[in-house]
């Protein structure tokens, strides 16, 4: 009798208890990143080999510790981010998706002309992320030119951009 009332006792358990089968994981939040923003930027490094090294050095425009204006127009469906970056009077289209730990992983390209001299800029290593209406992060953009060898490399980090529209 025992026996039967212990059985009985865990069936009741068992069942009271229930299995709700697995955990739902919860939906991700996609940080908003589409919108006007605006602020600036500083150059954090500067290096340059060949054509950006000689006098006047490209460093010495882009020095460390230089400020530039910034705004990022940017649209968003998902994780999919597109748009243009406007570095001072320079304006690259860019886009990238947003990483699972909410990093906006940013690529783009552009080239400046003046005459025959063509400087092209890439973006890399990009990695901002948006609380509220504010942007922090930092990238580097890598710069060629078709007047001679050589390359340059600048560090940024944003010092302020707000989102304002």
Same mark, same amino acid.
């Given at each position: 009798?025992? +026996?039967?009332?212990?059985?009985?006792?865990?069936?009741?358990?068992?069942?009271?208890?229930?299995?709700? =089968?697995?955990?739902?994981?919860?939906?991700?939040?996609?940080?908003?990143?589409? =919108?006007?923003?605006?602020?600036? +930027?500083?150059?954090?490094?500067?290096?340059?080999?060949?054509?950006?090294?000689?006098?006047?050095?490209?460093?010495?425009?882009? $020095?460390?510790?230089?400020?530039?204006?910034?705004?990022?127009?940017?649209?968003?469906?998902?994780?999919?981010?597109?748009?243009?970056?406007?570095? =001072?009077?320079? @304006?690259?289209?860019? $886009?990238?998706?947003?990483?699972?730990?909410?990093?906006?992983?940013?690529?783009? $390209?552009?080239?400046?002309?003046?005459?025959?001299? @063509?400087?092209?800029?890439?973006?890399?290593?990009?990695?901002?992320?948006?609380? =509220?209406?504010?942007?922090?992060?930092?990238?580097?953009?890598?710069?060629?030119?078709?007047?001679?060898?050589?390359?340059?490399?600048?560090?940024?980090?944003?010092?302020?951009?707000?989102?304002?529209?």
């Amino acid at each position: 009798m025992r +026996y039967a009332i212990a059985l009985v006792w865990i069936a009741l358990l068992t069942v009271a208890c229930g299995d709700d =089968g697995p955990a739902t994981p919860p939906t991700p939040v996609v940080p908003n990143f589409q =919108g006007q923003w605006t602020g600036s +930027y500083d150059i954090t490094g500067c290096s340059g080999t060949g054509v950006f090294a000689t006098p006047p050095a490209f460093c010495d425009t882009f $020095s460390i510790g230089s400020t530039f204006p910034l705004t990022l127009t940017l649209t968003q469906t998902g994780t999919q981010v597109t748009g243009t970056a406007q570095f =001072g009077n320079f @304006t690259m289209p860019v $886009s990238g998706p947003i990483a699972a730990d909410g990093r906006l992983l940013l690529t783009g $390209s552009g080239a400046l002309v003046q005459g025959s001299i @063509t400087i092209n800029v890439s973006l890399a290593k990009w990695a901002t992320v948006v609380s =509220g209406t504010s942007m922090t992060g930092n990238w580097e953009q890598v710069w060629t030119t078709n007047i001679g060898v050589g390359v340059a490399n600048t560090a940024h980090g944003i010092r302020v951009l707000t989102k304002t529209g």
